[in-house]
Nanobody, 126 residues
Framework: QLQLVESGGGLVQPGGSLRLSCAAS????????IGWFRQAPGKEREGVSC????????NYADSVKGRFTISRDNAKRTVYLQMNSLKPEDTAVYYC???????????????????WGQGTQVTVSS
């Protein structure tokens, strides 16, 4: 069964940090990129970051560059999103997803991803 499970969300004050995890099972990650996306109430789902699981190449949205870092642990089949200097506008449900990008860098268009996790809530508030 193809599955992605997110964890690590929660409530944090502005300026704080959280680390999200995305654990994969049921498929060979070497052929996929893993992306992080978020969706705030009333807004469209937007791409945050992605990583090619085999090559390790990454991509970030401008809004999170310098604050968020994506990484992977091949042995644990897990992708992480370290989020620092969090802002209230980072509040959203965060999803991880898997997509195939043969011979090209991963992109942040959610329509290019076809395996999705259930999401984890991140709330940045004082």
């Amino acid at each position: 069964q193809l599955q992605l499970v997110e964890s690590g969300g929660g409530l944090v004050q502005p300026g704080g940090s959280l680390r999200l995890s995305c654990a994969a099972s049921g498929f060979n990650l070497d052929y996929y990129a893993i992306g992080w996306f978020r969706q705030a109430p009333g807004k469209e789902r937007e791409g945050v970051s992605c990583v090619d699981f085999r090559a390790g190449t990454t991509n970030y949205a401008d809004s999170v560059k310098g604050r968020f870092t994506i990484s992977r642990d091949n042995a644990k089949r897990t992708v992480y999103l370290q989020m620092n200097s969090l802002k209230p506008e980072d509040t959203a449900v965060y999803y991880c997803a898997a997509g195939a990008f043969p011979f090209k860098p991963c992109v942040l268009n959610p329509n290019e991803y076809h395996i999705w996790g259930q999401g984890t809530q991140v709330t940045v508030s004082s």
